[in-house]
């Protein structure tokens, strides 16, 4: 895996490559980085007024073991009290090997609380994808590194369990959205295609896709959202030889690819939030040619015709070196309040959680909270996933790593602004 791009959000080539191996720290998979001058004092009295908190969220086995790394991805809920979030920690052991193993967790209006995934679950394997449905319909989404297959488990309001799925050669599924307790999707990749697949309310199947047999090159579908049930977004990256943003649309009777802006060397779709047919934002990174790869935000936005470049509120130094910039998360709460979130490098060359806001006129980068603003203490952080529980209650998700200390820890802040 080349190390000029940043760690688990870029799936293309980190895909490929898990597929042979289970991961190792999160950490490892960060790019280096050069230090840069950024007014300290100013970015903690920004901090000081974010609207975001750090509220605690355990670790599978406790972080005091200094043996593991803990993140989560994804998150969905249906209320204040009921939020999943699921993701997953490096490393279990069976005797002389080293496996991943999932991580789900549950918010219950009062403490995040870690649930046992299916009793069967199989060894050496990730979730990413979580999309609830009601307080006893609930699922999660992710891969077997052992069998090559995608993983689906479901919450019936008392335990997880796992569900049968068709069989695809060297699937993964990465996302997913829930209409109903019948209409729910799931997208990811397989066989260096896009993955689509739908639970009917009994069965999961695989829909045909334009993708589906393969363009020439790896597609991946990293995001999926939906304004309706018969208005749905897919996106992610086409790699022929280097990836670029693709995305695709259902319209409630087939998918079809829509192309986006893509005017780059390098760029990649993470994220999609759908408002409405002619409302829907995509996020990721790019950069512009070989020889500079530090990456930017990339936002583009659809208005029901086609897709277009908005203008990022990309961090930059004061001094002469450059930053990188990279959104791994969107969620809609309005058309005129959308948050993007993912990471920054930052003055003491650690990654930093990225906090941006649409007002419904521009993108303006907002403060996270303090304790992971403040330069110079160490930490790195990220933002993987939103959930999004209306009337201005957001959760993010992703990890953290504090001074001292050798591993990463889930991260799970909220905000509650409307």
Known sequence: MSMSRPRIIVLGIFLISML?????????????HQ???????AAAAAAAKSIWSVVSSPDEPPIDSDLYDDLLYNASGTSASDVWSAGWYCCASYGSQEYDRTVIEHWNGSVWSII?????????????????????????????????????????????????????????????????????????TASNSALTEHWNGKSWSVVANPSGSGPGGTVILNAVSGSS?????????????????FAEHWNGRQWSSVKP????????????????????????DEYPNPTDSHLRQLIEHWDGASWSIVPSPNKEPKGPYKLSNVLSAVTAVSADDVWAG??????????????????????????GPSTLEKNGNGSFSQILGFANLGGGMIWATGYQSEPAQCCDETLTMKTTHG
Not at 35 to 41: F, H, L, V
Not at 122 to 132: E, H, I, T, W, Y
């Open 20 to 32: 042979a191996a289970c991961s190792g720290s999160p950490q490892q998979l960060v790019p280096g």
């Open 35 to 41: 230090s840069s001058s950024i007014d300290d004092a």
């Open 116 to 188: 046992p995934s299916a009793p069967n679950e199989p060894a050496n394997s990730q979730l990413r994808g979580v999309a609830a449905v009601a307080s006893n319909d609930a699922w999660v989404f992710g891969m077997s590194f052992n069998s090559g297959q995608p993983l689906i488990e479901h919450w019936n309001g008392t335990a997880w369990s796992l569900t049968a799925n068709p069989y695809v050669s060297k699937g993964w599924l990465l996302a997913a959205q829930a209409f109903a307790s019948d209409d729910v999707w799931a997208v990811g």
């Open 229 to 245: 049930p018969n208005d749905v977004w897919a996106v992610g990256e086409f790699d022929h030889p280097d990836p670029n943003v």
């Open 261 to 284: 802006v893509n005017k780059f060397y390098y760029s990649d779709f993470y994220a999609v939030a759908a408002v409405s047919p002619n409302d829907v934002w995509a996020v990721g």
């Open 342 to 367: 993912g990471y920054w490098t930052s003055a003491d060359s650690n990654i930093r959680a990225l906090f941006v806001h649409w007002d419904g006129k521009r993108w303006k980068a907002e403060p």
